[in-house]
């Protein structure tokens, strides 16, 4: 069975460019996520959603980040502008809804903002 | 306050030594779940186990086992005979029931095993 794509893998941008990172769940998990890693702060969770509806986007650090789920099989991730700050690996995951269940993660998109 | 600690930034260890990777955790529910997640130098993050709060009992898979003790709060991760594949940053994670989907995660072990 496929896991949780993400695309692309690799982006080097420059400050100021519109980022846009794409995440394909496990089919039939209802639960994706956004998590961010950097050396600084580890794993941050960004945002969540269940059933293509955001439940949880406390992580989100700030107005230049969002995301989407338009159905079950996509989401997004976007920022805009981009910042230096910015670079880190962004990882997609995902999970049948329920409490306690197994998160799956995709393989990231490594983010270079210059 | 931290959920899990993973006080072992880093560790090396020589190849065939055993290793153990602690994990402390704090939460005030009943119900709750661990995981430990293997992230090696490329990058994915790759789930290896997962145990709820009704199960202590140890668990054995091939060169990992993982000891359970809600005495003392911790989720343990034992290597044995260790070999340069297991070179990864380890992440230990929580997920509490009254939190539903939100996973807390350790700041992960980097085990570097030398051959």
């Known amino acids: 069975d496929a896991g949780v794509i993400q695309s692309p893998r690799h982006e080097v941008t420059e400050m100021g460019q519109e980022v846009t990172l794409r995440c394909k769940p496990i089919?039939?998990?209802?639960?994706l996520f956004w998590y961010r890693q950097t050396m600084m702060r580890g794993l941050e969770l960004l945002i969540y959603?269940?059933?293509?509806?955001?439940?949880?986007d406390s992580g989100m650090p700030e107005d230049r980040f969002s995301a989407k789920m338009p159905n079950a099989s996509f989401s997004t991730l976007k920022i805009q502008p981009s910042e230096p700050r910015d670079s880190a690996v962004y990882f997609c995951?995902?999970?049948?809804?329920?409490?306690?269940?197994?998160?799956?993660f995709g393989e990231g998109s490594w983010l270079t903002v210059v | 306050a931290q959920k899990v600690t993973q006080a072992q930034t880093e560790i090396s260890v020589v190849e065939k030594e055993d290793v153990t990777l602690d994990c402390v955790y704090e939460?005030?529910?009943?119900?709750?779940?661990l995981f430990w997640y293997k992230q090696p130098p490329s990058g994915e993050l790759v789930f290896l186990i997962r145990?709820?709060?009704?199960?202590?009992q140890n668990e054995i898979s091939g060169r990992y086992s993982w000891n359970f003790q809600k005495s003392t709060s911790s989720f343990n991760f034992t290597i044995t005979a260790s070999q340069v594949v297991d070179s990864a940053v380890y992440f230990c994670?929580?997920?509490?029931?009254?939190?539903?989907?939100?996973?807390?995660f350790g700041t992960g072990t980097s085990l570097t095993v030398i051959p």
């Open positions: 089919s039939g998990h209802n639960s």
């Open positions: 959603f269940n059933n293509n509806v955001p439940i949880d």
């Open positions: 939460t005030r529910d009943t119900t709750y779940y």
């Open positions: 995951a995902s999970s049948t809804t329920g409490v306690g269940n197994t998160i799956y």
């Open positions: 145990r709820n709060s009704f199960d202590e």
């Open positions: 994670a929580l997920s509490e029931a009254t939190t539903g989907n939100q996973f807390y």
